[in-house]
């Protein structure tokens, strides 16, 4: 929300009428649904097949808001066209999305595209969030070791991590950053070099750590992170050695029993995305454990999981 509110509200502003825009888990698409109803907008989302066909119940929550949702790739477009032709069934991805609502909005003077991840204005608004944690670390007087985010582009890993790096590169903070990621998608164990943010080559190309812009990724639960490559900014951090990454196994049985130590824990479901962060900072609280070490771990948990629990049950046989 903290970027769907700002984007729809420039957009109102500037005169656009409609918004259009891509989603892998369905949380940015939920977001910017909501945000551009509150201004009086219209929301056309393209979201990936492989989630679109399973989350009914937030499908349903996006067109309450009032959006228009088709599976990507989709019979709208050029690049959605040519992609089903070669396969009726394909499971779509966040690149191709970004291709649909870039054709889509390219075709409409009075419409405007949306990015939810990957670029400055994004990360930007999302820095509330590691704003707010670093105030409240301030308030306990207590800094992080070490933080951890799940990263598909970098949106939330970026708004949380962000506000902590001027400390560390002035050599204020020795704090340690942890991206959590899937087999899938391991973006940030990429090549660093220029490449397009989306499949049909609409966009600019960025320097960034990528995949391949074309490479096929196996769909799982925690969809969300099927991106391609990283947030520029993130990627530069990490080519620097500002940012470890950990990938783990795209069966996600693994990532999922830890999200289910931290619910019975809690009593909060996190997003299959979120469940990426939960187990890494459960990994690495173990390893700390197990060697004496003490330190201070922060996560970030970056949406909740109530719309997921088919991906939750089926993984875990519940």
Sequence with gaps: MNTALAQAWYAKEAGFERLTTETGAGQWGTALAYAASLVGLKTTVYWVRAVHDWKVDRRNLMR?????????????????????????????????????????????????????????????????????????????????????????????????????????????????????????????????????????????????????????????????????????????????GYIDTVAYPADERHVFERARMFVQAEGFLPAPESAYSVAAAIDQALECKASGERKVIAFNVSGHGFMDMEGYAETLGL
């Design 64 to 240: 309450l808001y009032g959006a228009e949702v088709h599976a990507s790739p989709s019979p709208r477009t050029a690049v959605g066209k040519a992609l089903l032709k070669e396969d009726p069934k394909h499971p779509g991805s966040l690149g191709i999305a970004v291709s649909e609502g870039l054709e889509d909005a390219r075709g409409d003077e009075k419409a405007v595209y949306c990015l939810g991840s990957v670029l400055n204005h994004v990360l930007l608004h999302q820095t509330v969030i590691g704003l707010e944690t670093k105030r409240q670390f301030e308030l306990l007087g207590e800094s992080p070791d070490l933080m951890i985010s799940c990263l598909g582009g970098g949106s939330n890993f970026g708004g949380f991590t962000l506000p902590f790096y001027a400390d560390v590169l002035s050599g204020k903070a020795e704090t340690k950053f942890l991206a959590a990621q899937s087999e899938v998608a391991p973006n940030l164990q990429g090549e660093y070099r220029y490449d397009y943010a989306d499949h049909a080559e609409l966009t600019p190309k960025l320097k960034m750590y990528t995949l391949g812009h074309t490479k096929s990724m196996k769909p799982i639960r925690g969809d969300g992170l099927r991106y391609h490559a990283a947030a520029p900014i993130l990627s530069l951090l990490r080519k620097h």
